[in-house]
T-cell receptor, first 112, second 115 residues
Framework: AQSVSQHNHHVILSEAASLELGCNYS??????LFWYVQYPGQHLQLLLK??????LVKGIKGFEAEFIKSKFSFNLRKPSVQWSDTAEYFC??????????FGDGTTLTVKP | DVKVTQSSRYLVKRTGEKVFLECVQD?????MFWYRQDPGLGLRLIYF???????EKGDIPEGYSVSREKKERFSLILESASTNQTSMYLC??????????????FGQGTRLTVV
């Protein structure tokens, strides 16, 4: 069965610090990979996605993620975080088995 | 813009009641999903549907059932609500592309409290 593991449950950073959130998945076949964000009081929304092609993908608000197939990883990065990035971040994978699986989420708190 | 609408933002129900959570999407998506979101546990898939009248069990289907009579509507049913079903319930929909789900669009969620 597919699974997704996010390494950090809670990350606290100061503004302008760099961010990297780890995500690993387990599935031997073709996958689509996603990062979603949930700002306080808002619904989940897509941050970025990878289907195929260039393994470095760029999303909204300056976020990017790199797919490393050999490591089954899809880590999220941002060079300089802002207070408004405070949110919960979820990594997700979909497979040709039809299911979508989410990680447990990482809560990011950015101190002004 | 894709819109996924859940019928209620907040619900309070009594133990043993039958509970219906409704979800409607307006983008003709093939796939629809029900998740529950609990602190520290992320999103856990309850059921999903890839076509009208089709349904598949997710990771935690026990105590739930679903109905999809029309493409745009996906209902989650708690046959006999229990306190451990107190949670945030999220509905989502997506297209399918080459047999795989594309990104999901989520509703605002229904916070259900069972007392």
């Amino acid at each position: 069965a597919q699974s997704v593991s996010q390494h950090n449950h809670h990350v606290i950073l100061s503004e302008a610090a760099s961010l990297e959130l780890g995500c690993n998945y387990s599935y031997g076949g073709t996958v689509n990979l996603f990062w979603y964000v949930q700002y306080p009081g808002q619904h989940l929304q897509l941050l970025l996605k990878y289907f195929s092609g260039d393994p470095l993908v760029k999303g909204i608000k300056g976020f990017e993620a790199e797919f490393i197939k050999s490591k089954f990883s899809f880590n999220l990065r941002k060079p300089s975080v802002q207070w408004s990035d405070t949110a919960e971040y979820f990594c997700a994978v979909t497979t040709n088995a039809g299911k979508s699986t989410f990680g447990d989420g990482t809560t990011l708190t950015v101190k002004p | 813009d894709v819109k996924v609408t859940q019928s209620s933002r907040y619900l309070v129900k009594r133990t043993g009641e039958k509970v219906f959570l409704e979800c409607v999407q307006d983008m003709d998506h093939e796939n629809m999903f029900w998740y529950r979101q609990d602190p520290g546990l992320g999103l856990r898939l309850i059921y999903f549907s890839y076509d009208v009248k089709m349904k598949e069990k997710g990771d935690i289907p026990e105590g739930y059932s679903v109905s999809r009579e029309k493409k745009e509507r996906f209902s989650l049913i708690l046959e006999s609500a229990s306190t451990n079903q107190t949670s945030m319930y999220l509905c989502a929909s997506s297209w399918a592309y080459r047999g795989m789900n594309t990104e999901a669009f989520f509703g605002q969620g229904t916070r259900l409290t069972v007392v």
